[in-house]
């Protein structure tokens, strides 16, 4: 329900379809659920990093959520990298 909730908040017209981030340095600290599921996969790829594998700095997670009922659940990727790649 808080994902629903906060999916419902962030994609109202108060942020305009903005989108998020939330840095390396603040992971420790999310202010709502959608805050926490980035966090948690952001852990998920660099829980086996050592401390100077990444730079804490420049490193985070870009999100954003769209709630609009003709759009499945699905998860954006870097097209690019994909198409050069053959990386999802």
């Not at 202010?31 to 100077?52: Q, V």
């Not at 097209?79 to 990386?87: D, P």
């Amino acid at each position: 329900e808080e994902l629903i909730r906060d999916s419902l908040l962030v994609d109202s017209p108060l942020t305009d379809g903005a989108t998020f981030w939330l840095g390396a340095d603040a992971v420790d600290e999310p202010r709502c659920a959608l805050e926490e599921l980035a966090a948690a996969i952001f852990d998920f790829h660099t829980s086996g990093c050592a401390p100077d594998d990444y730079d804490v700095e420049s490193s985070g997670i870009e999100w954003w959520v769209q709630t609009r009922p003709s759009l499945a659940l699905h998860w954006d990727k870097d097209e690019e990298l994909r198409i050069q790649a053959g990386i999802f």
